[in-house]
């Protein structure tokens, strides 16, 4: 039995891995310090609506946090959230993500969403060898591949992902961009049992339909009951939800994430809009139209049953 087999065993099918997911913020104060009270808020607001949490990943500002407040983080999200939740993974090196994969596991994570190594380009042959060693550092917990070719230069693409599910990878989050090669990584997933989420919020509609599992999302933070309709609705109310979904994503998406999720968070009251260097917290207007429009939907539905299109 190779371990392909043997994980498959351990996870329970992965059943884990599907849904709605959202890429968590890693809020600061003012100081800069991490802030664990709105982290804990944020936390809260997730919980009944969203069905995992993706901590210290680029939405995260993950590769912004030093080593240690990474697993600060970690063991926090661990102690206040009792679903399944998945650690970005994001060095350079095989061997920096197989520390940052071994620190997860001994936290109580139940994987890693680890991405290809950005700047280095590694070849086909690398990536394998590469995944192959972070799954080693994460067994028995899960490892899903995160594929994104604007930030890492190279994409995992389909014969890879085959290979990736061979040496114990279980997952794929798409961020690529290019539907065509999700289609492609839809029907390797489908053969070998793998778990596709979709990366790309402007995508989810498109990502559903072909058969992905789940979505990771950084809109998420802001509005998990509109992506929730979005990804689980009958196709027309999901396409209207969408609709809507789109005015968030053309204001939040207008600089580097998170600086607009922050921002948004920080209109409704939620955590404050400070990121770290070399970002920089803007202020963008759209966003806080954004954010009105939906206060006022909710108040609308919950006095008067109606909401506002």
């Known amino acids: 039995m190779g371990i392909r087999e043997l994980l498959r065993i351990e996870w329970g099918m992965k059943e884990f891995l599907q849904g709605v997911w959202v890429a968590a913020v890693t809020p600061f104060a003012e100081s800069g310090q991490i802030d664990f009270a709105a982290l804990e808020r944020l936390v809260e607001g997730w919980r009944g609506r969203v069905d995992g949490l993706v901590v210290c990943g680029t939405t995260g500002e993950g590769p912004l946090l030093t080593e240690a407040e990474r697993e600060e983080v970690v063991r926090f999200v661990r102690r206040?959230?009792?679903?399944?939740?998945?650690?970005?993974?994001?060095?350079?090196?095989?061997?920096?993500?197989?520390?940052?994969?071994?620190?997860?596991?001994?936290?109580?994570?139940?994987g890693v969403l680890a991405v290809v190594p950005p700047f280095v380009r590694p070849s086909a042959e690398g990536l394998v060898r590469h995944y192959g060693e972070v799954v080693r550092a994460a067994t028995p917990r899960a490892v899903v591949a995160y594929s994104v070719e604007r930030r890492s230069g190279v994409r995992i693409g389909e014969d890879v992902l085959r290979q990736l599910g061979e040496v114990g990878v279980c997952g794929l989050k798409d961020a690529d961009g290019d539907m065509a090669q999700t289609v492609r990584y839809a029907a390797v997933c489908a053969e070998l049992g793998l778990a596709l989420f979709c990366g790309?919020?402007?995508?989810?509609?498109?990502?559903?339909?072909?058969?992905?599992?789940?979505?990771?999302?950084?809109?998420?933070?802001?509005?998990?009951?509109?992506?929730?309709?979005?990804?689980?609705?009958?196709?027309?109310?999901?396409?209207?939800?969408?609709?809507?979904?789109?005015?968030?994503?053309?204001?939040?998406?207008?600089?580097?994430?998170?600086?607009?999720?922050?921002?948004?968070?920080?209109?409704?009251?939620?955590?404050?809009?400070?990121?770290?260097?070399?970002?920089?917290?803007?202020?963008?207007?759209?966003?806080?139209?954004?954010?009105?429009?939906?206060?006022?939907?909710?108040n609308n539905i919950l006095l008067y049953g109606i909401g506002v299109d």
Do not use: Y
């Open 200 to 298: 790309d919020d402007g995508l989810a509609l498109a990502h559903r339909a072909v058969g992905a599992r789940g979505i990771v999302s950084a809109v998420g933070n802001v509005c998990p009951d509109l992506l929730r309709t979005v990804w689980t609705a009958e196709w027309a109310e999901a396409r209207r939800a969408a609709d809507k979904l789109t005015k968030w994503l053309g204001a939040i998406f207008w600089r580097s994430n998170p600086i607009g999720v922050k921002q948004a968070l920080a209109e409704l009251g939620r955590c404050g809009d400070t990121v770290r260097l070399p970002l920089v917290a803007e202020k963008n207007e759209d966003i806080k139209k954004a954010v009105e429009e939906m206060e006022e939907r909710e």
């Open 80 to 110: 206040v959230w009792q679903g399944p939740m998945l650690v970005g993974v994001e060095g350079m090196s095989t061997r920096a993500q197989c520390e940052e994969t071994e620190m997860a596991v001994r936290c109580g994570a139940e």
